[in-house]
């Protein structure tokens, strides 16, 4: 297992910064369509190895559970940037890429104060699919708003805008997240005291 997680671990690494040259860089960026596309798969790749990553830590989650947990996680990585089109209200192109402003999806505080209303949710009803669900929407998150920080920073309203993330910081970061986050979610699961994954469906039968 341990091999296997190393192995994840490069590939995040890897795919943030071949992604980045591929969208950013390569003789095809000249291309919109080409740009969003790329951009839209760097995202969900990243989304998925971070979930894939997250369930690798010996959590006690059934393998299927994981692998709906894990394509949850893919989609909404990538899917954040949907809100391009409500700000652009349109969906040609050439609209949702020469924007002068995020969406609320983009919006880091948003999605703080949804994941702990989540959180304390699960935790005060004994849910453990809403745990791992809110950790699955932290991890899609953090990947895709560190990953867009690299250009645009971090969007904390009503604060405002951090400077850009260093390339290096979102990748580490986002290579080191997924522990954090498994780590955190052993911690809330104690803290809820369920002990295996199926007792709190036994207790409500
Ligand atoms: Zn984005």
Request: aromatic fraction near 14%; glycine fraction near 2%; hydrophobic fraction near 50%.
């Amino acid at each position: 297992m341990r091999f296997l997680k190393l192995m994840i671990t490069i590939s995040i690494i890897f795919a943030g910064l071949f992604g980045d040259y591929v969208v950013f860089r390569s003789k095809y960026s000249e291309s919109q369509l080409f740009r969003a596309a790329a951009d839209s798969i760097v995202h969900a790749t990243i989304g998925l190895l971070s979930a894939v990553l997250f369930f690798t830590n010996s959590l006690n989650i059934p393998l299927q559970t994981c692998i709906y947990y894990t394509i949850l996680c893919t989609v909404v990585s990538s899917l954040i940037d949907i809100d391009h089109v409500f700000v652009a209200k349109s969906i040609r192109l050439k609209d949702l890429t020469n924007l002068n402003q995020r969406g609320i999806f983009h919006c880091t505080t948003f999605w703080l104060v949804v994941t702990t209303i989540l959180l304390v949710y699960s935790y005060t009803v004994k849910k453990l699919n809403t745990c791992i669900l809110t950790y699955m929407l932290i991890l899609a998150f953090t990947s895709h708003h560190l990953r867009d920080a690299n250009r645009r920073g971090l969007w904390l309203y009503p604060f405002g805008h951090t400077a850009a993330i260093n390339k290096y910081v979102y990748v580490i970061l986002s290579a080191v997240l997924p522990y954090v986050f498994a780590y955190a979610y052993v911690c809330t699961k104690q803290l809820m005291n369920v002990k295996h994954y199926y007792s709190h469906l036994i207790e409500t039968v």
